[in-house]
Each structure stands twice: as C-alpha cells, then as structure tokens.
C-alpha cells in the first residue's frame, strides 16, 4: 500500500498525468459509451503520456551528467537546468537554493518513482483489460526495456570496466549477470508479467517469442532447459500453421548463427520470407525480424564467430542442441534430415540416417570392445582415444590411430594445454578454477555418456585380458565422475567384474579337480614306470607328488579368496564412493562431509575421519555453504581429536588456529561464536579453569582474529559468548570482574532482560542492595514500555525494593510506584496498581490505598475495569463502612458498558436491600433494567422478580413487568447470534405471575382464592393462544360480552341508586350468568377493570 500511495502521489504532482487519471476514474462515460477505464484507447494515450514524460526526464538526466564532468574538470560554476513536463517545471542544481525543486539526486530519484509509477499505471491496465493484445505488449515492452537499459550499462564505459567485460567473457558469463542474482526482483516480476499475459493470450506468436527472447537474454542462471520449454509451451499452445515462426527463432537459439544481413529484404522467389543459407549448413526462413534476431544483431552477436572480445553468444548443450534440431528435422521439416547431419558432423560427415554425433562415439567403442584385437591390429589407440575425449584433450592432436588415418569423428574438446604459473596463492587459486571450469566444460559436452565410455573402456581391457588394468579403469572412473547415474553405471559394471572373475576362478578349481581325479584313473591302470623311476620314488616317497599337487590347490583357494575379498570390499566401499561423487558435484555441502567421516567412523578408520573434516575446512566456503553450517565441522572434527583419538592438544591447536589465527573465514559470526565456545567448554573439561575463564573474556572483547574479519567483528554482540561469559565469570571470577563484564554489556547495549536480571539477582545475594537497584535503573533504560521486558524488570524491581526496606522509604517507593504506572501501557498496569494499593494498605495511608484503587479503576482497560471497580468497592467497604461505596457503584453503572454495569447494579441492589432500603434498591434495579437485555441476561430478572417476590407487593409487581414489555421492545431489533445469547446454557426457571401472587398473599397474610383470582390488568401476554387467531376475533368477542352483559331496559323508570351500590359491592365476584347465557365463550375470570362502569350484573 506504501508503494501504491508513493506512485500516486507522483502522479498527481504532473497536470497532465492527473487528467488521465480523472478521465479514468470516471464511473460513466458519455451516453451510450463504456466507462473510460474499459477503453483500451484512453490506457493507451495514458501510457504513452508518461513514457513522453520519462523520455524528457532521461534526456535531461544524460545531459546533467555530461555537464556536471564538465564542470568537474573546468571547475565552472553549477549551472541550473529547467525543463516543463506535463504542466511539472523542474529546476535543477548541484546547489539547492531558493528556486532550485530538485538536486541531481533527487531528479534521479524522481525518475525512478515514475518509472514505479508507470509500473503499476500498466498493470492497472491489463488488470481490468486482461484480453488487451495492445495493453499486454506495451507493458511488456516497456518492463523488458528497463532491464535491457540496466544491463547495457555495464557494456560501456572506463578501462575498468572493459577488463571486467573480458574478464565475463573468458569466464563466458554475460556482462549484465554482475549486477543480478538468483533473487533478481525485476526480472523475475518480468517472468511473472509474462506468464500473466499467455493465460488470456496463448494465441499469440509474438509474446511467446518476447518471452523466449527476454529468457535467453536475461536469466541469471543460464538455463537452457527453461528456455526450451518455453518454445515447447509456444508449439503446444499454438496452431499449426504458426509453428514455423517458433521454430524460425528456436533454430536460432540453438545454432547461435543468425540470417544475413538482407534478409529483410524482398524475395525473389516470390514467398513471404527469404531463404538465408546459414554457413551453408541448413536453411531457414526468417520473412519477419524476430526479437531473438533483432537483440542478438543489436548486440553484435550470433555472427558465426566471435569478432573482438567484447561479443558474447549464449551456447546450448551440444547435445540439446543436436535433440531439438533431430526433432526439427522428424516432426516438422522432413528435408531438414542432411543438414542436420552436415551440422552434426562438422562437415566432415554426413549421415542419411541423422545420426548424431553422441551416437556415433557409441557405436565406435561398442565395435571397439567387441573386438579389441582387432582394434589394436588396425591401429586404432583406443584406449587413448577415450582417455583425451574423457580428460577434455583434442582426439586429433595426439598422434591416434583415427587422426593418423585421417578419419575425423568430429568431436571436439578444449585443449589441454595450459601454462606455466608460479608457486603463489593466486595463481594456484587460478589454477584449479582453470582446472574445475575445464572440468565442467567436459562434463557439459560429454552428457549422460560419461560414464558410458569409462564402462566401455574397461570393457575393452577385460575381453583383451588386462584385468588389473580394467580394475585400475574402473578406480580411476569411480574418482573422476560427477553424477550419481554415471557413478551406478560404472559401479554395477565393476561388481559384475569382480563376481565374473569369482565365478571364474570357482569353474577352473572345479575343472582342475575333475582332471586331477581322471589322471589318478589312468595312473593307476597303467603300466608302472622304469626302474629308475620307481627306485627315485622310493627313496623320496609318495608325499613330494602329494605336496605339489596340495601347494597348486592352496594356490587356487588363495585366488578364489582375494577375489572374493576385493568384491567384498568394493561392496563396503560403495556409500564412500558415492559421498565422493555428491561432494565433487558441490565441494560446499557441509552434511555430506559430516557424512564421509561418519563413514569412517564407522568403518574405525578414525585417522581418515579426520582427514576428511580437515580437507573440509580447506574446500568449503563459507558463503556457499550448504546442508549445514561450517561450525559443525570444526566442532565434529574437535570431537574426533578429543574423544576418540583422546588427542586434546590437537583439539586445541585446531580451535587456536580457526579462533584465533582465522584459518578459515566465516561468513556468520554466530559460527566463529560456536567455535569460542567450544575451546572454551574444551578447557572446562580438561578442568584449565583460568585458560577458560582468559578464553570467555578474550572472546568477547572484540580485539581477536584479523582486523577487518566481518565475523570476528561480530562477536563482541554474540549472546552465545556474553552468556557463557556470565556463567564463567559468576562461577570462577570475582565479584569485581562479574561487574564489570556485566556493566561492558549493558554499556554495549548487547544485554537483554534476563541478563539483567541475573545482574540484580546476583548483586541481591552479595548483599550489594543499591546497586541492584543501579542495575535495575540501567535496564530500564535500555529496556522501556512498551518492551515486554519493561514490565518484567519493573515487577522484580518494585519487589526487591519492597522486600528490602517494607515501608522504611516510602516516599522513594510512592516515586517508583508512580514512574512504573506513568509510563506502563493501560493493558500492563493492572497488576503495578495492585502492587501499589497493597504496599499503601500495609505501609501507608487509607485514604493513598483507596486513592491508588481509584485510580486503577480510571486506567485499566475496559475489559478489567468491572474487576477493579468490585475491588474497589470491597476495599471501601473495608475501611470506611457499607455506605461509602454507594458513590463507588454510581461511578460504576456511568462508566462500565451494560453487561457490566448490570452487575454492578445487581450487586448494589443487593447492598441496599441489605440496608432495608428497599426504595433505594428497586430504583437501582429500574436504572439498570435499561442495560439488561432479557434474551442475553435473564439472571438480571430472575434476580429482580425474586426480589419484588420478596420485597413488593401486586403493584410493584407490575411495575416490573411492565419495564420488562417496555426493555424487550426497546432491544427487539437487536439481533445475536446464538454464541452471544448462551446457546446450550442450562435454562434458569423462573417463578410464573400467578405463583409470584401467591407467595405475595401468604407473606401479606391474605388468603386468596385460585378460583376468584383477579388477573393482572393491563398484562399483554407474549404470544397468543390457538383459539385467538387475531384482534378482529378478540374485538367480536368482547362486543358479544358487552351485550350479554349490558343491564336490561327499563323503559324509562328512575334509576335506584341503592341498585347500583349493591351492583358495585357485588363487582369484586365474578358473574358467569353472561357466560352461561351465551354460546362459543369460555368461561374464565374476567377482571373487573377491563368493564369499567359496564360492570357485569349478578342479577338474571
């Protein structure tokens, strides 16, 4: 909302700007028209209005500049520009003085604010015209314009600018990337904008192609996968007969070489589009100037080659690329088939098939290792061949048998040539990025047939019988692969190895037996040897032949079971290996390094655990750090030294030297915090309690590591260490040095509540009582309402004081009590007023207690009043009798709101029936009446009937009711929801009018007959029964008693006035004469005065 009310405070400063908005806002347009803020013509005029007034604004800001590194230079006086834009004169100077609106700055801020603005006049408008083609396009262009001039910025500029631009092209990283990040907000308010518009826009080629573009151009990340899935929403999205137009400009994107120069111009061939032969690989049609080839020719790119050092052509994976030109080629141009081959060839081979290059190398080492003898008669190195393609050299520059025979396979890989750097830390820094990019690089070309051709290379030395040398493959396949699907590929292969050389070996034991069993046989049928012969085996016996034949099966046996032990112990390797794999696709993951030593760990191999944290603490940076903060190595690594290699000095030289020598940079200071605290906790342990107590203080001083160490500086504020500090401090310190470390934290504001807290607390028990209460004082100060410290320290502060000097010094605690409640928030204060009255009921004066009370009543917050007042009155009752409450509970009733003060005036009803004010406490009830409504508060006159039950009479009686009609139809037309009126309370019974008369008779000592009853005149009853459907039927009634009561005519005789007393003494019974004389009325008592003086007669 702050944005939105910024932009159009900037808005209406612009006169013209301000009639567009008027016009806009509009209800009605004229007769028979739309509103104006439907029209798409009126958003328009709007829009182009503010880009006029943005493109004088930036013009004059460009001049600016140019005259103010003028006047830098000539050192001339500043001079004053005016310029008028939609009805605003601006005047601006270096100098603000009278006359001068706007500094330098402030214009570029003013720039900036109309830009927002003009942001969100365009979202406005495609918010209420989200099906505006002409709305959408003007707005995206206008945002994509933006970052498009925020990035051209870094493209020009001083000498050091253009060494950082070759700096991003050696890197081959885009210029304008400097200035973003992942967390680029315009650009990714850019991307949303753009999806906004395709859900109503699908239709339309061109904003597909706008977004493509501004993806390819703009992405921080460089993803090509985003940007081909786009072109795949564009093919789905639309029809067929646009698809060429996608295509057209994804082509573009994936070869970088875009149409000549004329292909703008007229075709000869008659088509709508000129056919542009590119490089004489493949043809393309390009009838129109797409934003893709429009940006890359503005920017001096996709020329085939880079022309100077300042161009920059995004690339795509080669074999992405080679995927979405076979897809061109099979689902949309069938004759693309050839070139695409020539492209995917280098132009050195052409396959009808549209073979890929990836293709090609795998067929090559399937043939290779199916033959490898073969392969080695033909010349062919293939051994070498793999090894340049795997470890990033040129297949064609080192004397193989392929490039000796001239045969070129196409694949091309970066040299591995590198020069010679010195022995400093820059440059070997420099050497293994050289060495990571080119290995990333290779990794990027390569694909998914990585690991691929490491299994087919050691597949090669197995059928040629090199077994050790397909294991040491296999090692060096295992060491060199960055992705876990190569990493399964080459580890099920090399298993299978060893389990084929252990089936192997087991068949030529068994073989070897079966023949030695069947040269026995054949021994011992024929014939015996020569005299010679057998005198020599007489003299050496048979037990020779025995053992030669026994030290060949050892042999055997001891083959079998190195076998079997190397599969074994590849098996056991393999959670190593594949920690090795995760941690070379990103060195910086803390967890799996934690991870590898585990393993170790596990595996008793503690030295190499701790090798592993230590090459760790050398690899992971801080600021890239993952999984895991880089804390936890050191402390694991100091937990390996101490516990199981019970090496205590190598625990301490390693926290020495990431504490206080800062061979490792942390990026968060809570890290460092984290490792102080455990060479601290270290010395504790081995009980150095002086060197522990040196190491706390040190550690938060301030003066530790290198200067200028963002995380050292940090620790000076680190809770972790001033905590740990205390502890130390209150444990092995002094009473001194505890106070002055905790008076260094409260000086460096780094102290919080409970800190000083313990500080008071620990001054309380060393008996230094004031100050404690300095403490306090100090807290306070740093810690005031409405902090929700505030209230903690004031509540410990009040009860120190009081405990220490009760009411010894009671001016001093009447000062604190009345700072405490003048500067405490009305929703704290509640119990600081309790606190206060208590101490002046003990220790003070009546009159103060019952002045605090008064007080509380007027500060709490509505919610508590009604239990401060009830405390009040209790108190004042207390002390000064019943009847001093009575100007308590009127001041009650005029300040509670009705749910309260209805109790309240329950409550001083009751007190006044108590007196035997019986007057007084029904006036109290009637004024409270009005506050009670019956349907949400029948307590209030379940309670008022009792008492008229008990304290009335018939009259009073009906003053109730008739109060009670008149409140209910005073909040008839209020309605509550069934929460508010109770629902599901247990239903209270009350006494009906007839019982209630009769309890009043027997308290009055009348006997009253239910027969004779006299009904209550002048009751309306709340509903009507069955019988009486409506008034007509109750007026038609009492006409026909009229009659069947009237008095009989006379004919004129002289009334006897001795007649009528006796009709008026007999009034008080009821005559059913009438009733019996006349049919369809019921009989039933009717009071006497409903008749008035038409009196019923007893008499037929």
């Known amino acids: 909302m702050r944005a939105i009310k910024s932009c159009l405070s900037t808005i209406v400063s612009y006169p013209e700007l301000l009639q567009h908005e008027e016009s806009l806002n509009n209800s009605q347009g004229a007769a028979g028209s739309v509103s104006a803020c439907y029209d798409v013509m009126s958003w328009i005029a709007y829009l182009e209005s503010l880009d006029d007034v943005l493109d004088m604004l930036k013009e004059v800001h460009e001049n600016i500049n140019n005259q103010s590194a003028t006047s830098k230079k000539d050192h001339h006086v500043a001079r004053t520009t005016t310029l008028e834009a939609a009805g605003r004169t601006f005047r601006i100077s270096p100098i603000l003085a009278p006359g001068i609106t706007h500094t330098p700055a402030q214009f570029t801020k003013e720039i900036k604010q109309l830009i927002q603005a003009r942001i969100l006049v365009g979202e406005r408008s495609v918010s209420l015209l989200p099906g505006s083609y002409k709305l959408w396009k003007n707005h995206l262009t206008f945002r994509t314009g933006l970052l498009d001039m925020s990035s051209g910025k870094n493209n020009t500029g001083s000498g050091g600018n253009k060494d950082l631009q070759k700096i991003c092209n050696h890197n081959r990283i885009p210029s304008y990337l400097l200035t973003a990040s992942s967390k680029f907000k315009h650009y990714h308010a850019t991307v949303s904008a753009f999806e906004r518009s395709l859900v109503r826009l699908h239709k339309m080629p061109r904003l597909w192609l706008m977004y493509a573009t501004f993806v390819i151009l703009y992405d921080p990340e460089r993803n090509p996968t985003t940007v081909r899935r786009i072109y795949d929403r564009a093919l789905v999205a639309l029809p067929a007969s646009q698809h060429e137009r996608i295509w057209e400009e994804c082509l573009c994107w994936v070869t970088g070489i875009l149409p000549s120069n004329n292909s703008a111009g007229s075709s000869s061939s008659g088509e709508g589009g000129l056919s542009v032969t590119r490089k004489g690989i493949h043809k393309v049609k390009y009838g129109f100037e797409s934003p893709l080839v429009a940006e890359w020719r503005k920017r001096g790119w996709g020329c085939g080659q880079l022309q100077s050092e300042n161009e920059y052509i995004p690339t795509v994976p080669t074999e992405t690329a080679l995927r979405i030109l076979r897809r061109y080629a099979q689902c949309f141009d069938t004759t693309f088939s050839e070139d695409l081959a020539t492209f995917s060839g280098g132009g050195a081979f052409l396959s009808p098939n549209g073979t890929t290059r990836h293709e090609l190398w795998l067929r090559f080492a399937d043939v290779c290792t199916a033959h490898p003898t073969e392969a080695k008669v033909a010349g062919v190195d293939f051994d070498g061949i793999i090894r340049a393609v795997l470890k990033g050299q040129d297949v064609r520059s080192g004397g193989s048998g392929i490039a000796a025979g001239g045969n070129d396979l196409g694949f091309e890989v970066f040299d591995n040539t590198s020069k010679a750097f010195g022995a400093s830390e820059d440059d070997k820094q420099q050497q293994t990025k050289e060495a990571t990019n080119k290995s990333q690089a290779v990794n990027h070309r390569l694909g998914e047939m990585e690991g691929t051709l490491w299994t087919r290379l050691a597949e090669y030395h197995v059928r040629a019988g090199d077994f050790e040398l397909a294991r040491s493959v296999y090692e060096e396949a295992l060491d060199a692969i960055t992705r876990v699907r190569d990493f399964s590929l080459v580890f099920d292969a090399y298993v299978r190895f060893e389990e084929g050389v252990i089936e192997a070996l087991m068949e030529l034991m068994e073989d070897e037996d079966e023949d030695g069993d069947e040269d026995g046989m054949k021994d011992d049928k024929g014939d015996s040897m020569g005299d010679e012969n057998d005198d020599l085996d007489i003299l050496l016996g048979d037990h020779v032949n025995n053992a030669v034949a026994a030290d060949e099966n050892a042999g055997a046996s001891a083959d079998v079971e190195l076998a079997i032990s190397r599969a074994e112990h590849l098996t056991s390797r393999r959670p190593l290996l594949l920690n090795r794999v995760l941690l070379r696709q990103n060195p910086h993951n803390v967890g799996e390094w934690i991870k590898r030593s585990e393993l170790y760990n596990d595996l008793g191999e503690v030295d190499m655990a701790a090798a592993a944290l230590e090459e760790s603490l050398k690899t992971v940076s801080s600021r890239k750090a993952v999984n895991g903060s880089p804390s936890t190595l050191v402390l694991t690594l100091v937990d390996i030294y101490e516990n199981q290699q019970t090496n205590v000095d190598a625990a301490r030289n390693l926290l020495e030297r990431i504490c206080s020598k800062n061979e490792y940079e942390f990026q968060d200071s809570e890290?460092?915090?984290?490792?102080?605290?455990?060479?601290?906790?270290?010395?504790?342990?081995?009980?150095?309690?002086?060197?522990?107590?040196?190491?706390?203080?040190?550690?938060?001083?301030?003066?530790?590591?290198?200067?200028?160490?963002?995380?050292?500086?940090?620790?000076?504020?680190?809770?972790?260490?001033?905590?740990?500090?205390?502890?130390?401090?209150?444990?092995?310190?002094?009473?001194?040095?505890?106070?002055?470390?905790?008076d260094r934290a409260l000086e460096w504001k780094v102290a919080t509540p409970s800190h000083v807290l313990n500080y008071a607390s620990f001054l309380k028990e060393k008996k230094y009582f004031e100050e404690s209460f300095a403490a306090y004082e100090r807290g306070l100060g740093l810690f005031q309402f409405p902090h929700a410290g505030a209230t903690l320290l004031w509540k410990n502060y009040l009860t120190d004081f009081l405990e220490r000097y009760g009411g010894s010094k009671t001016p001093r605690a009447r000062e604190l009590f009345d700072r405490c409640l003048a500067e405490c928030p009305s929703?704290?204060?509640?119990?600081?007023?309790?606190?206060?009255?208590?101490?002046?009921?003990?220790?003070?004066?009546?009159?103060?207690?019952?002045?605090?009370?008064?007080?509380?009543?007027?500060?709490?917050?509505?919610?508590?009043?009604?239990?401060?007042?009830?405390?009040?009155?209790?108190?004042?009752?207390?002390?000064?009798?019943?009847?001093?409450?009575?100007?308590?509970?009127?001041?009650?009733?005029?300040?509670?709101?009705?749910?309260?003060?209805?109790?309240?005036?329950?409550?001083?009803?009751?007190?006044?029936?108590?007196?035997?004010?019986?007057?007084?406490?029904?006036?109290?009830?009637?004024?409270?009446?009005?506050?009670?409504?019956?349907?949400?508060?029948?307590?209030?006159?379940?309670?008022?009937?009792?008492?008229?039950?008990?304290?009335?009479?018939?009259?009073?009686?009906?003053?109730?009711?008739?109060?009670?009609?008149?409140v209910q139809a005073a909040f008839s037309t209020v309605n509550y929801n069934s929460a508010e009126m109770g629902a599901g309370a247990p239903k209270v019974e009350t006494l009906t009018e007839e019982s209630a008369l009769e309890m009043i008779a027997k308290s009055e000592g009348v006997e009253v007959d239910s027969k004779k009853q006299p009904l209550i005149g002048g009751f309306v009853?709340?509903?009507?029964?069955?019988?009486?459907?409506?008034?007509?039927?109750?007026?038609?009634?009492?006409?026909?008693?009229?009659?069947?009561?009237?008095?009989?005519?006379?004919?004129?005789?002289?009334?006897?006035?001795?007649?009528?007393?006796?009709?008026?003494?007999?009034?008080?019974?009821p005559s059913n004469s009438a009733a019996r004389s006349t049919t369809g009325v019921t009989e039933k008592a009717i009071p006497t005065a409903l008749y008035g003086g038409l009196a019923p007669s007893t008499e037929k």
């Open 827 to 966: 929703e704290n204060a509640s119990e600081f007023y309790l606190l206060y009255g208590d101490y002046e009921e003990n220790h003070g004066l009546t009159k103060r207690a019952l002045g605090v009370y008064e007080r509380m009543c007027n500060a709490v917050p509505a919610a508590e009043k009604y239990t401060a007042y009830r405390l009040y009155i209790a108190k004042a009752i207390q002390y000064l009798g019943v009847t001093s409450a009575r100007p308590i509970y009127e001041a009650a009733i005029s300040t509670l709101v009705d749910g309260p003060a209805s109790r309240i005036c329950l409550e001083y009803a009751k007190m006044e029936t108590g007196l035997r004010e019986t007057d007084r406490a029904r006036a109290v009830l009637v004024y409270g009446a009005q506050l009670a409504d019956p349907r949400r508060d029948p307590d209030y006159w379940k309670a008022w009937h009792e008492f008229e039950v008990s304290n009335g009479n018939e009259e009073t009686f009906r003053e109730m009711l008739r109060v009670k009609r008149s």
């Open 671 to 742: 890290d460092l915090a984290q490792c102080h605290a455990a060479w601290v906790e270290l010395e504790l342990r081995h009980e150095n309690w002086d060197m522990s107590l040196e190491l706390a203080r040190r550690a938060v001083s301030g003066n530790i590591g290198r200067k200028g160490a963002k995380a050292a500086r940090g620790l000076s504020r680190s809770l972790r260490l001033w905590n740990l500090l205390f502890d130390m401090e209150e444990s092995l310190g002094t009473i001194q040095t505890t106070k002055d470390a905790y």
């Open 1021 to 1069: 009853q709340g509903k009507r029964k069955a019988e009486v459907a409506d008034l007509g039927e109750v007026e038609r009634r009492a006409a026909r008693l009229r009659q069947a009561t009237a008095a009989p005519d006379t004919g004129g005789d002289e009334i006897d006035i001795d007649d009528i007393d006796d009709d008026e003494e007999e009034e008080e019974e």
